[in-house]
Each structure stands twice: as structure tokens, then as C-alpha cells.
């Protein structure tokens, strides 16, 4: 089992900033690729970015290429996403997921999961 929380959300302006974190426990966090996915209201939950349990190249969503930074710390069991220029549109539940795999991007891949934070940028 893997516990994930995730944590750094809140009410942003639009071109502002938030650092979202997910902390760990469990088994061991380095064998996992992890991912951060998005759910807003009547929509499907998908993937933002994801990262393999290498720390190879991450993977980004277009929408967010350039503004979004996700990045792990193996050592304190960690994954983050730096979010810069905020776009009322990137307005979500955020999710950190591990999953097995080396790089999925499918929530089907992901086989834990934190309870969420919401993110809002308003315009």
C-alpha cells in the first residue's frame, strides 16, 4: 500500500503561482512513476504531467507545457508541480497517483491515490 496527500492548493489570480506537493508512505516510493491529474466539475479526470520512477523525462499535457514543472525527491518521498502563469481554465481538483509503469498516463495505470486539493484561478 501507498498513502499519498497531497497538499499546496488554493485561490490564485490569473498569472499567478501555486506549488502543489504529494508526500508518500508506505512501500517503497522510488519503484513508482507518478502522475497529477486534473477533475473539473462534469469533466473526466486526466493527466497533467507524470514522471517514471527513473526521473527520466517528464510528460506534459500541451496546455501546460512551459508553465507547468513536476519533479520528485526520492529521498523524502515527495512529487511536486510548480504551476506558474495560472489560467482560470487549469481550475480543477488536482491528484497525485503512483502506478507501476514507465510512464503511464491512463488513470486505469495508477493504483493509488491522494484524496485531492482544489486548485481556482480566478480571471
Known amino acids: 500500500q501507498v498513502q499519498l496527500v497531497e497538499s499546496g492548493g488554493g485561490l490564485v489570480q490569473a498569472g499567478g503561482s501555486l506549488t502543489l506537493s504529494c508526500a508518500a508512505s508506505?512501500?517503497?516510493?522510488?519503484?513508482?512513476?507518478m502522475g497529477w491529474f486534473r477533475q473539473a466539475p462534469g469533466k473526466q479526470r486526466d493527466v497533467v504531467a507524470a514522471i517514471s520512477w527513473s526521473g527520466g523525462e517528464p510528460y506534459y499535457i500541451d496546455s501546460v507545457k512551459g508553465r507547468f514543472t513536476i519533479s520528485r525527491d526520492n529521498a523524502k518521498n515527495t512529487v511536486s508541480l510548480q504551476m506558474n502563469n495560472l489560467k482560470p481554465e487549469d481550475t480543477a481538483v488536482y491528484y497525485c497517483a503512483a502506478g507501476n509503469g514507465l510512464l503511464p498516463l491512463a488513470s486505469s495505470e495508477y493504483d493509488y491515490w491522494g484524496q485531492g486539493t482544489q486548485v481556482t484561478v480566478s480571471s
Open positions: 508506505g512501500r517503497t516510493f522510488s519503484s513508482y512513476s
